[in-house]
């Protein structure tokens, strides 16, 4: 069956742009989760969306990002005037519950 | 404050041994435990789960083992394989929520 899917697979964009990432979960899955891993770091927490509960924002790093889920769909992670250290692969999960299967992830450079 | 430990960084193994790769965590809420296998430039990929009520799950070439009281886990992989070579992360939720990871073991097998 399909697996989680992020687009784009790769984005470069200089500094002080917005950036949009799109994650389509696998279907059925209630919970969605965004990740990021810059280099040489470990996977960090970003946001949770449960159902119709408010969704857990404890690990944005800061109000230049926001995420939106439509629904038990797709999702969107919005970084607005990107910095350098926003440089990451971010990383879209889905699951029923306890279990996360991993999209491919979207590669941010920002220049 | 890392929550979730992987104090080896990297493990090599002939082909066809045992890998055991090693988890410590501190939070003694965490009750389901999650390992992941990534390969670079792709998403994690779920291997093998347990619930904190367990001591032992085994799926195929793959066994974790929870020692609750000593707050460790591991996962064995018997026989090991050279497409084993990746990096793998141990990872740990709260009533699934998000996931804490380990910062990753990387796993050489050599044929």
């Known amino acids: 069956g399909a697996g989680v899917s992020q687009s784009p697979s790769n984005k470069v964009t200089e500094k002080g742009k917005d950036v949009e990432l799109r994650c389509d979960p696998i279907s059925g899955h209630t919970a969605l989760y965004w990740y990021r891993q810059r280099l040489g770091q470990g996977l960090e927490f970003l946001i949770y969306f449960q159902g119709n509960s408010a969704p857990d924002k404890s690990g944005l790093p800061s109000d230049r990002f926001s995420a939106e889920r439509t629904g038990e769909s797709v999702s969107t992670l919005t970084i607005q005037r990107t910095q350098q250290e926003d440089s990451a692969v971010y990383l879209c999960a889905s699951g029923p519950t306890h279990e996360q299967y991993f999209g491919p992830g979207t590669r941010l450079t920002v220049t | ?111």
């Open chain 2, 1 to 111: 404050d890392q929550q979730v430990k992987q104090n080896s960084p990297s493990l090599s193994v002939q082909e066809g041994r045992i890998s055991i790769l090693n988890c410590d965590y501190t939070n003694s809420m965490f009750d389901y435990f999650l390992w992941y296998k990534k390969y670079p430039a792709e998403g994690p990929t779920f291997l093998i789960s347990i619930s904190s009520i367990k001591d032992k799950n085994e799926d195929g070439r793959f066994t974790v083992f929870l020692n609750k009281s000593a707050k460790h886990l591991s996962l064995h992989i018997v026989p090991s394989q050279p497409g084993d070579s990746a990096v793998y992360f141990c990872a740990a939720t709260i009533a699934g929520n998000m996931l804490t990871f380990g910062g990753g073991t990387r796993l050489m097998v050599k044929p």
